[in-house]
């Protein structure tokens, strides 16, 4: 294990330390004129070191969306990888957004990409997707277990849209992932390297479907706070004896409040208070 500590204990005492807050860095090209800024791989670069600057080292994760950068083609991915960097040592972990998916022998491309010691590109963990079969993801989630770092497997996303496939089945497909990320994270202390992405916004529904997300051993990464619609206060229904594994990402709700560092700063503190309050005892 080369990050030291295990992901999952990494990540637990950074929630710990920091709360249930992760920054999504999503550089909307709304947000960048909002901003007062081009939209331009500058603009992005100027908006990324905005967000770093007001919350690096304050809260428990980063989760910068790949897609915004890739827009900017290899300009804007220069500034996702600089941003990645920045992240290491910061005590913010970097959750890269990426949501990959593909054969085994091509997620093993992946895994090196984003989860391999001495990788330009490598976070501490990155959001996967199972629906190449579960099984397709072994290379990243191996590769994690090895370097200290995590994946992120998409269960049941908080899109409308995800029901047409996530809900399908008896067990559903998302019981299914849910049990064998839980297989994966059996005996790891105090959490398992494999996350699992929950919705905000579809949380109620997990027990209806089958979901035993107390079991999981892993951290519940929960988007939808804000701009889709769910509240803080939503995630202690949708997420009942999990909710201390909940980490809550919030992107647009949250950048809305720049450009300048304080106002990020304040907003992102009072989220992080209104979100503990939320999921404490
Ligand atoms: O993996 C994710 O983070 C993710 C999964 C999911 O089910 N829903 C979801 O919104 N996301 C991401 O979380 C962020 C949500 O952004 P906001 O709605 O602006 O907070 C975006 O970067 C999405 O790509």
């Not at 204990?9 to 999504?24: F, I, N, S």
């Not at 007062?36 to 910068?64: H, I, M, N, Q």
């Not at 500034?79 to 085994?104: H, N, P, Q, Y």
């Not at 709700?253 to 304040?266: A, Y």
Request: aromatic share 4%; glycine share 14%; with cysteine.
């Amino acid at each position: 294990m080369t990050q030291g500590q295990a992901f999952g204990a990494r990540l637990t005492a950074a929630m710990e330390r920091h709360g249930p807050l992760c920054v999504g860095l999503d550089p909307h090209a709304a947000l960048l004129e909002q901003w007062g800024l081009p939209d331009t791989a500058e603009g992005v670069r100027r908006f990324t070191d905005t967000v770093l600057k007001a919350v690096a080292g304050r809260v428990a994760a980063v989760k910068p969306q790949s897609a915004f950068f890739e827009r900017h083609g290899a300009a804007g991915v220069q500034v996702l990888e600089d941003a990645l960097v920045r992240l290491r040592g910061s005590g913010t972990l970097s959750l890269l957004d990426a949501k990959r998916g593909d054969i085994g022998s091509t997620m093993g491309a992946y895994a090196e990409a984003y989860l391999a010691d001495g990788a330009p590109m490598a976070a501490d963990a990155v959001t996967v997707s199972p629906y190449l079969g579960y099984g397709s993801l072994r290379p990243a989630i191996d590769l994690a277990a090895d370097t200290g770092r995590g994946v992120f497997v998409l269960a049941l996303t908080s899109n409308p849209e995800g029901a047409e496939v996530q809900h399908q089945g008896d067990p559903s497909v998302a019981a299914r992932v849910v049990r064998a990320a839980t297989e994966d994270n059996a005996g790891a202390a105090p959490a398992g390297h494999v996350g699992l992405v929950v919705g905000a916004t579809v949380g109620p529904q997990a027990a209806r479907l089958g979901l035993d997300l107390a079991a999981v051993n892993g951290i519940l990464l929960a988007p939808g706070i804000g701009a889709q619609g769910a509240r803080p206060a939503d995630l202690r229904a949708g997420f009942g004896d999990a909710r201390s594994r909940v980490l809550a990402p919030v992107s647009r709700g949250l950048l809305v409040s720049g450009p300048t560092v304080e106002g990020l700063r304040d907003a992102a503190d009072r989220l992080a208070e209104e979100l503990s309050a939320a999921l404490g005892e």
